[in-house]
């Protein structure tokens, strides 16, 4: 199985942009899916979490901003960024949790995709 994100591109800051991630022959509804990034020069990091049944978690840097939604019918997660700033600027990943439940968390992703590169210019 393979993720597939896409979306990434170039934006002003205080801009929007909206990520997707497609999961073909996943068991979706198994899978907390979620959204990590990586800055130049740092490790990766957590961003937002969906459970199957819709329960999001987000990390500080991006709560109020940044939305996780699914698409569950056709195995979609889209991770939806307003009032972007340059320090968000970083090749976002789309990744899947087996065991998370209804309980999203920032860890135990097993599943990743490529990632999806985001330039915020300021």
């Known amino acids: 199985v393979q993720l597939q994100a896409s979306g990434g591109g170039l934006v002003q800051a205080g801009g929007s942009r909206q990520l997707s991630c497609a999961a073909p022959g996943l068991a979706f509804r198994n899978y907390v899916m979620g959204w990590f990034r990586q800055a130049p020069g740092k490790e990766r990091e957590f961003v937002g979490a969906m459970s199957w049944r819709g329960n999001p978690y987000y990390a500080d840097s991006v709560k109020g901003r940044f939305a996780v939604s699914r698409d569950n019918a056709n195995s979609m997660v889209y991770l939806q960024m307003n009032s972007l700033k340059p320090e968000d600027t970083a090749l976002y990943y789309c990744?899947?949790?087996?065991?998370?439940?209804?309980?999203?968390?920032?860890?135990?992703?097993?599943?990743w995709g490529q990632g999806t590169l985001v330039t915020v210019s300021s």
């Open positions: 990744a899947a949790d087996r065991y998370g439940g209804n309980y999203p968390r920032p860890y135990g992703f097993d599943l």
